[in-house]
């Protein structure tokens, strides 16, 4: 049974910091794995999708890597502003389900 | 418009009550996903459609039953539900299933009394 495991669970960093957010996953046989964020009471908004023969993808200021025979994802966020303050979900697809870890909360303080 | 809109966004009910929630994608999309999202726990995958047809029934009660009469609306009957199963109950689509990004609605926050 896929396992997906998030870390750490919450984090405060000061404006303008650069950051990583690690996500593992004890399956690594998938299609792929997205990065998702979620404000309090929301729905999620899909960031990044990286499909599983792929090394990473990026969007603006967010790089996401896979290694999928490690079983690891990492999430970059550069330059970090308080508006980025949401829970980041790491999700991997196998067949026609999203197997999520238990997210990230994140705190950018200004 | 929205891509994936959900109703109500707010829902109280007492256990013996029948509801249900409903889910409205614009996207063109033909995979539907209901999802089930409790305090301090993952998201849970409850029941995928592709095409209209139920593919995934992820082990979830039978007071839970979903409808999906087209491509872009899908419902969650909910009858003598438990405390247990107050939580945020989100709706996704995706183009298809297998390796396609799944867009997510707002959510319906239910609370059973």
């Known amino acids: 049974k896929q396992e997906v495991t998030q870390i750490p669970a919450a984090l405060s960093v000061p404006e303008g910091e650069n950051l990583v957010l690690n996500c593992s996953f004890t399956d690594s046989a998938i299609y792929n794995l997205q990065w998702f964020r979620q404000d309090p009471g929301k729905g999620l908004t899909s960031l990044l999708l990286i499909q599983s023969s792929q090394r990473e993808q990026t969007s603006g200021r967010l790089n996401a890597s896979l290694d999928k025979s490690s079983g690891r994802s990492t999430l970059y966020i550069a330059a970090s502003q308080p508006g980025d303050s949401a829970t980041y979900l790491c999700a991997v697809s196998q067949g026609n389900k999203l197997v999520f870890g238990a997210g990230t909360i994140l705190r950018v303080k200004s | 418009e929205t891509g994936v809109t959900q109703t109500p966004r707010h829902l109280v009910m007492g256990m013996t009550n029948k509801k249900s929630l409903k889910c409205e994608q614009h996207?063109?999309?033909?995979?539907m996903y209901w999802y089930k999202q409790s305090a301090k726990k993952p998201l849970e995958l409850m029941f995928v459609y592709n095409f209209k047809e139920q593919t995934e029934n992820n082990s979830v009660p039978s007071r839970f039953s979903p409808e999906c009469p087209n491509s872009s609306h899908l419902f969650l009957h909910l009858h003598t539900l438990q405390p247990e199963d107050s939580a945020l109950y989100l709706c996704?689509?995706?183009?298809?299933?297998?390796?396609?990004?799944?867009?997510f609605g707002p959510g319906t926050r239910l609370l059973v009394l």
């Open positions: 996207l063109g999309h033909n995979a």
């Open positions: 996704a689509s995706s183009l298809m299933v297998d390796q396609e990004t799944q867009y």
